[in-house]
């Protein structure tokens, strides 16, 4: 038991490595901050996968606390830490509903509440974005709950996939 612990969070700290040079290559470029941390959180999902839940928060817990450490740009790590990294955990907690249009109501309100929150505090506290754009989050909420859809849609089939691959 202690040979597969071990072998679990090995993999566990080589994926929150490998989502630490994923998530500084949208440090280093820009305009990829969204999608870099949209792969780290798939990253993040194969811990899920491999070790459980407590493995997969772990390594969710580790790549935000290092993105902060270690990026020069602490926008891709705040992205990573406040939506993508947690959402690896939380969409494994609502897919355990077996309901789909509950599922889809609390993936929604999660995305819905945590966009709002990073449009709203990057425009008026962090000066991230313009601040123009974060008086008027609501108006993109709409757009940024279809990406959302398309992403869980992708980030379902992605790990479905890699279940049956990988015979876990």
Known sequence: MERKHNNTLTFCAMMAALSIVVLLLGSLLPGMRLTVAAIAGMIAALAVLRGGLGYGVLTVLATAILAFLLLPSKEVALIYAAFFGPYTIVKNLIER????????????????????????????LLNLIPSVLADHAWAIEPIILIVFVLYDIVFSKVIAYLFERLHW
């Open 97 to 124: 509903i077996h309901r789909q249009p509950v599922e889809w109501v609390l993936k929604l309100l999660f995305c819905g509440v945590v966009a709002f929150l990073l449009v709203f505090l990057s425009g008026s």
